[in-house]
Each structure stands twice: as C-alpha cells, then as structure tokens.
C-alpha cells in the first residue's frame, strides 16, 4: 500500500534554532501534503499545507517545500520556541476508493529547550 | 471559530460493554473521517463518510465496530462488545469535498480517549 515515511522521530533543538522534518511518500499521484502539530491531549491541528502546484509555501515561522520529483517535502520551523514543543505528522494524499485519504507519517516528537 | 466536536473525551469502560463516542462535524462540511491512533500503529483511517454516507469502512474490525451518521451534524462510533485492545484514542476529522479530486483539508477533532480494562 501507500507509504510515508517520517524523519527524524525525535528532534532536540535549543530556543531560537531552526527545526526541519522531512517526508518521503510512495503515491506519485498525491497532490496535497498538509503538516500537523499535535500537542499532549489533543488532537492533530492542522499548521500548514501544499498542493502540487505549488513547490514552496511559508506562512511567518514555518514553511513548507515540496520536491514531487523526488517525492519528498519538507517543514521548517525558524526561531522555534519553547510552545513549538509537540508531535509533528505529514501526510500524503491518496485517491483510493474514490475518494481521497490521507497517508500519515508516524511523527516527529519536538523538544525546544529554553 | 468553526471546530470538530467529541464526546465524551474521556472513557473507562469493562471488557464486554458497549462504548458509544459521538462527533459533530464542523457545519457545513460534508465528509467526516474517524481515526484511531495507538502508539504502536499511529494513526489509522477506520472509517470514511461522505454526504452521510459509509463509503470506506475496511479499517474497522467488521465484528464489533459499526459507524453512523443518523444526521449531517452527528457521527457515531460504536463499539460492542468492547476489548482491552480497543484502547486507544479516537479522532473525528470532518472536511469539504468539492468532487474535483483534490483533497479536502481534514480538520480533527479533540479525540475520545477510551481504555478498556
């Protein structure tokens, strides 16, 4: 079936640092990769996304880039802060069924010490 | 602001019994996903509606797990008879599917953490 995989799984970085997690996908027919940040307790809030039309998308400190070449996008975080601290999913489209899915990575957890 | 509703959001529960978990999608949307996510399997698709409709529910153990939406403002998932490896947390994600083939955005939903002893 579909893949994505997800790296690292576990991302340390001091306050004010740059933070980058990147997502291969196997579904070269996938046209939308949204990133998700999930805090303790609650449930996956969607920060930021791309089309395939699109090969870059920024919204203040993170951004997103998408390579459908190779298959992989990537999300960064700039001047990250302590309240960055939480668990971070790509995912990838997949038409199946007739319908879209999303293939989920397995998470990147991140720790932004002060 | 628009957002996914659940109840109840948390769930203790005995081997056997009936659990009921309840989602009100955002209005307007007209599709509504369920998730579980467990720490050893992440997050996998149990069920997909679309207009009301069950149109993808191969991620469901088909023996005790059933899903619903008796109106465009509820979904249900239910489970019966409920199992110790049923414990996990439930997430509702309700979107907007244009018919174009480009991918709704998902929005989730608080989950329903349920652990079955």
């Known amino acids: 079936g579909e893949n994505v995989e997800q790296h690292p799984s576990t991302l340390s970085v001091q306050e004010g640092d740059s933070a980058v997690i990147k997502c291969t996908y196997s579904?070269?027919?996938?046209?939308?990769f949204p990133w998700y940040k999930q805090e303790l307790g609650k449930g996956p809030q969607l920060i930021i996304d791309i089309r395939s039309n699109v090969g870059e998308k920024k919204d203040q400190r993170i951004a997103v880039t998408l390579n459908k070449t190779a298959k992989h996008f990537s999300l960064h975080i700039t001047e990250t802060q302590p309240e960055d601290s939480a668990v971070y999913f790509c995912a990838a489209s997949s038409f199946s069924g007739g319908y879209n899915k999303l293939i989920f990575g397995a998470g990147t957890r991140l720790a932004v010490h002060p | 602001d628009a957002r996914v509703t659940q109840t109840p959001r948390h769930k203790v529960t005995e081997m056997g019994q009936e659990v009921t978990m309840r989602c009100q999608p955002i209005?307007?949307?007209?599709?509504v996903f369920w998730y579980r996510q467990t720490m050893m399997q992440g997050l996998e698709l149990l069920a997909y509606f679309r207009n009301r409709a069950p149109l993808d529910d191969s991620g469901m153990p088909k023996d005790r797990f059933s899903a619903e939406m008796p109106d465009a403002t509820l979904a249900t998932l239910k489970i019966q008879p409920s199992e110790p490896r049923d414990s996990a947390v439930y997430f509702c994600?309700?979107?907007?599917?244009?018919?174009?083939?480009?991918?709704?955005?998902?929005?989730f939903g608080p989950g329903t953490r349920l652990t079955v002893l």
């Open positions: 209005l307007g949307h007209n599709t």
């Open positions: 579904d070269s027919a996938s046209n939308y």
């Open positions: 994600a309700s979107g907007l599917d244009l018919r174009d083939r480009s991918a709704d955005t998902q929005y």
